[in-house]
């Protein structure tokens, strides 16, 4: 196998790894009423639930574009799991928040994900496991990199 088919192989099988893994969390997160893409945004407005988050940054934390994350923060919103307010120092942003129940709903959905990301790794040892995660950590490292440079 050639460099060039060894990439491709590669990432195929990451794409395939994604795919999988978003399937699992998907059923894993129905019983807390989220989608993984709500999900990843809840987790992204947890850390500051006091100042909230920007859609422009939240857009940079997704890797989505502003228009995806404006609609799929108003789909929270309308569900009440986050809500919108002006940003008090410059009043052309709007900033969004974590509301209790988005809190709440997101711990649930938290919980479940890390029982199944138990049941996801059980197979692999501590010493795999640090391995992988080291493999796993420099690829989205390069990853980011390749990106920032285009």
Known sequence: MDRAELAERICQTVQEIGVLLDDGDRGAMRGAGLTPAHFNLLRQLAPDRRTGRTITRLAELTLCTRGNVTRLVQRLVEAGLAEIRPDPSDQRLVRVYLT???AARLAAAETERSELNA??????????AADLLDHL????QHLRKHLAQR
């Open 100 to 102: 209790p129940i988005g």
């Open 119 to 128: 049941a996801r790794f059980a197979e692999f040892g501590d010493p795999a």
């Open 137 to 140: 950590t420099g690829l989205v």
